[in-house]
């Protein structure tokens, strides 16, 4: 008896199996198609969270500020699992902080810091964290969250700044050896820089 080659193999299986064979197909189709709009679902709704973000922006910058901070909110609530919700949810952190609505600002940007996509959000929240405290007066906790960002963050280019800005907390918590330690970092780590000179000045 001849021997079958592969593809006749094949087709037998297939004549045998015809309901196996066309269930498994179909499935795997609409696992493809479903996929597919789950993907495309996913481009809209960025596209349109992007779309009111820029918006938002807008009615800042023409500081129609009660219509900008509806859009934000819209983005909040509505387009949380998106990039967009949580600037805007730094956007609005911004806003309360200059209102001078700390609690809600912290909790706010505490959600950016734990939660926000893709990555790159999250060390521009640090910031304005330790300025939340700070004018909370909470010296203690905004030096803990500048030491949290400058290890976590090393490479990052907001580092001299905060570094800075960690002395100067120092200082007013009166603790002038961490101040003087954390300007000499700052020279060594930064040289040539702006922040290098202030805190040569400081220390001198």
């Known amino acids: 008896m001849k021997n079958k080659t592969k593809s006749e193999q094949i087709i037998d299986f297939i004549k045998n199996n015809q309901t196996t064979v066309f269930t498994t ?9 479903l996929i597919i709009f789950i993907y495309t679902r996913i481009q809209v709704v960025n596209a349109n969270s992007s779309d009111k973000m820029t918006m938002a922006l807008q009615y800042f910058a023409q500081t129609q500020v009660e219509e900008g901070v509806k859009m934000l909110d819209d983005i909040i609530n509505n387009y949380s699992s998106t990039p967009s919700a949580y600037r805007a949810m730094l956007t609005k952190a911004n806003y309360l902080y200059g209102k001078k609505e700390y609690e809600q600002a912290k909790e706010l940007t505490l959600n950016v810091i734990h939660n926000a996509k893709p990555e790159t959000v999250k060390p521009l929240a640090y910031p304005l964290l330790i300025a939340i405290f700070d004018n909370m007066e909470n010296t203690e906790q905004a030096i803990e969250t500048s030491k949290m960002f400058t290890e976590k963050y090393k ?18 918590s009166g603790n002038t050896e961490e101040a003087k330690k954390t300007y000499t970092q700052i020279e060594t780590l930064f040289p040539n820089t702006v922040y290098a000179q202030r805190a040569k000045d400081k220390n001198n």
């Open 155 to 172: 490479e990052h280019f907001l580092v001299p700044s905060v570094m800075e800005n960690l002395a100067r907390l120092y200082e007013v």
């Open 25 to 33: 197909i179909g499935f795997t189709i609409i696992i493809i198609l």
